[in-house]
Each structure stands twice: as C-alpha cells, then as structure tokens.
C-alpha cells in the first residue's frame, strides 16, 4: 500500500467515525428532548404548608395532591411519594401550587425549640438559682410542678403555700457544667430552664415569678406520674393537720385565730 492511498485510507475512517459520533450524539438529543416532554407524577401543595407541619400531618389533612407535569418542569428535590417525608417537618412555609420537595422538610432537631412547639403552647425561659431549678438533676424532656408560697391578699400577712402548675415539660434544662455554672454566676438569674407552657399556664408562671415570697420546681416520675387532689397549705392546716383538739389546747394553740380572723 502506497504512503497516499495509506492516508486516504485514515482519513475515510476517521469520517466514518465522526459520523457515527454525530449520529449518536443527535439520536441521543432527540431521545432527551422526548424524555423531558413526557409527563410526570409530583406531589404539589394543595395550600399553604406552615412551617413546622410534620410530614405525615401534611398527607393525613390533604396538605399534598398529586399532579403530573413535564419532566423538564420538576425542580430539583421534587418528592415522587409522600413517604418521603416520614418523620420529616416543614422548614419553611409551602405556597400553594409549588412543588413539594425534600429540600423544604428537615429533621426535628434540625428545628430546635420550634419543632416542639404547636398550637397553644409557647417556650419561656424561667431564670433561678440552683435550687430552683434542680440545677444538676434536671435533664431535657422531663417533667415538672411548680410549687410556690405567697401572700393573699398581696398586702396581707397571711400566707399560703400550692401547686400552682403540674406536668410541665422541660424543653432545656440548666446547664450543671462547672464553669459554664462558675460564668452564670455572676450574672442576673445565675441559671435559667426552657419550660413549654400554653398560653394560659404562662400568665400563672409570669405572676409567681413576679409576686410569689418564694417558689421552686419539683421533679415528676419518668413513668406512671400521679397527682395527689389539689390542696392549700398554710401555717392553720400544718398546724391542725393530725394533732388532736387537747394537743393543739395544751400547745396554746386555741389561743391562735384561725385564717381569716386575722391569723397569720
């Protein structure tokens, strides 16, 4: 084979495989572009989604339809199964219409505070010293009463001591850290706690903490919590309580008026 029909040789081969190239790079354009005019399933919000909404809230209240649209349309994220969203919440609010995708939902703990929060309930941090607040027993997700002594009348001196809330969840305990505790110290408050109340409880917690002589918080079971019927304590009932009339005579006690004759 002589050097040019050699170079002839090459140069149709090299043709033939740039034309396969080309062919195969247009057929396989042509199959893209009829790719992504088909239609497809997603899941778009049938209302606006709030944030904080669980997954599986926003299935079980028809939060999610479902909707098909052409491929080329789907964002990125798109959900193709609300399963998806199992154990999942809304990170930031969905608009009606828009496409619900994986990358608006977070776990709860990604949200703090506002994934524990619903409805009525409402987060209040509640400063107090070490005693107070169980500072060093306390642990996040347990479950508190609140106990507190004070005046009625306000101007009074007759005091009273009660159970003013039951059951409050602790959202954030008070750090029991040497020196975080040693830097605390030497500010207002000295330690604070995260409880959640609802929006009623928290009007009893803010006058305890503004009014009550002296209160503190109490620490319930993990499991099988009860509660005792509600009862008023002062110094009438702990002195009464148990003690017959000859004992309460012979301590002098008869000498004492009772609450409301102008007792203390």
Do not use: C
């Not at 005091?159 to 003013?164: E, L």
């Not at 499991?223 to 009464?240: G, H, K, Q």
Request: glycine residues 6%; hydrophobic residues 45%.
């Amino acid at each position: 084979m002589t050097y040019r029909l050699r170079n002839i040789t090459i140069a149709i081969a090299l043709a033939l495989v740039a034309a396969l190239l080309t062919s195969f790079y247009v057929s396989n354009y042509q199959r893209n572009v009829r790719a992504d005019e088909t239609n497809v399933a997603v899941w778009v919000a049938a209302r606006d989604i709030p944030a904080g909404t669980t997954g599986a809230a926003a299935v079980q209240k028809g939060f999610l339809t479902k909707s098909e649209i052409v491929r080329r349309s789907v964002v990125p994220g798109a959900i193709s199964d609300p399963e998806q969203l199992a154990g999942l919440v809304v990170s930031d609010k969905v608009l009606a219409g828009e496409q619900v995708t994986s990358r608006r939902f977070v776990a709860p703990s990604e949200r703090g505070i506002h994934a524990q929060l619903k409805g009525v309930q409402r987060a209040i941090s509640v400063p107090g010293d070490k005693n107070q607040l169980l500072v060093g027993t306390l642990e996040d997700g347990d479950r508190v009463d609140l106990v507190a002594t004070f005046a009625a009348p306000e101007s009074a001196q007759l005091h009273f001591t009660r159970v003013v809330l039951r059951d409050v969840p602790v959202l954030r305990a008070p750090t029991s850290d040497a020196a975080a505790a040693e830097k605390l110290a030497t500010q207002d408050g000295a330690h604070s706690v995260l409880l959640k109340v609802t929006d009623t409880q928290v009007s009893k917690l803010h006058w305890v903490l503004s009014t009550a002589e002296d209160w503190h918080l109490e620490l319930r079971p993990a499991t099988d919590a009860a509660d005792s019927p509600e009862n008023v304590e002062s110094w009438y009932s702990i002195l009464r309580e148990g003690v017959s009339r000859k004992q309460l005579d012979d301590a002098g006690a008869d000498r004492l008026p009772a609450v409301g004759e102008g007792g203390q």
